[in-house]
């Protein structure tokens, strides 16, 4: 099609951009860790937490989210507070997900 316009992004890149459901995640986690051992990236060797990734998305909405609202000169949700390494390392296997004893979902 001439003319459409290409949606090029996928995800969130600030977390303004998280549903609610997304937000609550790192409220409602157990830290149990079990997220972390069952992931098959993790356990090869790769720079991806699962557990750490709802951490840092909590603590980063409310260190700099609810204090700044028109989010100038915030740290970027991709590239500052979680890196790019981490969320490549990720390969969609669905394994955080299908452990996880309060139901987050991590992939989405």
Partial sequence: MVGAKED????????????????????SCAECGRCDRSCPATAS????????IIQKIKTHMVQV???????NGAPKLVGDVIS??????????LACMNCCAVWNEQVP
Avoid: D
């Fill in 8 to 27: 090029l992004t996928a995800g969130a890149s600030r977390w303004q951009e998280l549903t609610w459901k997304q937000l609550l995640s790192g409220f």
């Fill in 45 to 52: 060797g790769y720079a991806i937490q699962p557990q750490q």
């Fill in 65 to 71: 989210g609810l204090k700044a609202t028109n989010g």
């Fill in 84 to 93: 790019e390494k981490e969320l490549w390392a990720c390969t969609t296997c």
